[in-house]
Nanobody, 120 residues
């Protein structure tokens, strides 16, 4: 089994910053892509940022220049540095990891989500 645990969400004012952390644990052989998604009330979950095992980054247009994804492969951990936050960034943020397990299977795992609220 594989678990993803997110932390770092909270309440921040307009223009503030937060750093989200997602740590994966369990029967992990390797983690390919890791990414951060958001889901605002009444909306579908959407990708904010992703990073491949080789370090290639992909960002949604809405967060380019404000959010930075990074990962520590040795710790199976991915981070999302969020700067210049706006009220429209308010959402539950989920971490996703594409994992190859020790049993030889491959699938995506999701974290439980962490709330980010930006006040104006």
């Amino acid at each position: 089994q594989v678990q993803l645990v997110e932390s770092g969400g909270g309440l921040v004012q307009l223009g503030g910053s937060l750093r989200l952390t997602c740590a994966a644990s369990g029967s992990i052989c390797s983690i390919n892509a890791m990414g951060w998604y958001r889901q605002a009330p009444g909306k579908q979950r959407e990708l904010d940022a992703a990073m491949s095992i080789g370090g290639n980054e992909n960002y949604a247009d809405a967060v380019k220049g404000r959010f930075t994804i990074s990962r520590d492969n040795a710790k199976n951990t991915v981070y999302l540095q969020m700067n210049s936050l706006k009220p429209e960034d308010t959402a539950v943020y989920y971490c996703k990891a594409s994992v190859s397990t020790a049993w030889g299977t491959a699938r995506d795992y999701w974290g439980q989500g962490t709330q980010v609220t930006v006040s104006s």
